[in-house]
């Protein structure tokens, strides 16, 4: 299985300010044959599933705002919330759909400083 | 707009098998381009895909579970259902149903990871 791991556990960021989450992965999930990373980024709010933010690696789902960003390559990737909101308080997760089974980072809990 | 709800008894006792039916509406559970998915979040922690399908009835699963899970399809209904055997404990957890865009099984797919959602039901392995 690829594991995935996520850094820091927990981050507190100042409203207006920038938040960058962490995400490592135990074998390279870039796809040489099309140069995609197959690494997609959740948000989930409590009692709310997960809401997909950003697929291969750096893609923006429709609808997510442009303050969200996603980069990285092979092993090591970033989530980047360039001006955090309230709205943004919430738990980050990566997962991998390289291999199966399809494997999710631990979370990365964001609050408000 | 697709929605995906799931159903089925939050309580299960010991042993037995949890089935739960994922229903799809305002979109097509046979289009080409998706596979169906199931994970699940034990209380207070992270996600655990359990398995896909495609409408053919392809399945892939988590070997972890492999030996108990059971995952299909019914085109008919715009259904699909999770049954998980021989339960403990350790498989109460919030199980969602989810689009899988299909990323993963076709070099060619536009787009990866899971995007629709259901609300997810809590099931309780107790007695």
């Known amino acids: 299985d690829i594991v995935m791991t996520q850094s820091p556990d927990s981050l507190a960021v100042s409203l207006g300010e920038r938040a960058t989450i962490n995400c490592k992965s135990s074998?390279?999930?870039?796809?040489?044959?099309?140069?995609?990373?197959?690494l997609a980024w959740y948000q989930q709010k409590p009692g709310q599933p997960p809401k997909l933010l950003i697929y291969w690696a750096s893609t923006r789902e429709s609808g997510v705002p442009d303050r969200f960003s996603g980069s990285g390559s092979g092993t090591d990737f970033t989530l980047t919330i360039s001006s955090l909101q309230a709205e943004d308080v919430a738990v980050y997760y990566c997962q991998q759909y390289y291999n199966t089974p399809f494997t999710f980072g631990p979370g990365t809990k964001v609050d408000i400083k | 707009q697709l929605q995906l709800q799931e159903s089925g008894p939050g309580l299960v006792k010991p042993s037995e098998t949890l089935s739960l039916t994922c229903t799809v509406s305002?979109?097509?559970?046979?289009?080409?381009?998706?596979?169906w998915g199931w994970i699940r979040q034990p209380p207070g922690k992270g996600l655990e895909w359990i398995g896909s399908?495609?409408?053919?009835?392809?399945?892939y699963y988590n070997p972890s579970l492999k030996s108990r899970v059971t995952i299909s399809v019914d085109t008919s209904k715009n259904q699909f259902s999770l049954k998980l055997s021989s339960v403990t404990a350790a498989d109460t957890a919030v199980y969602y149903c989810a689009r899988d865009l299909g990323g993963y099984y076709n070099s060619h797919s536009i787009a990866g990871g899971f995007d629709y959602w259901g609300q997810g039901t809590l099931v309780t392995v107790s007695s």
């Open positions: 305002g979109g097509s559970i046979s289009s080409s381009s998706y596979y």
């Open positions: 399908i495609y409408y053919s009835g392809s399945t």
């Open positions: 074998q390279s999930v870039l796809y040489s044959s099309n140069n995609k990373n197959y």
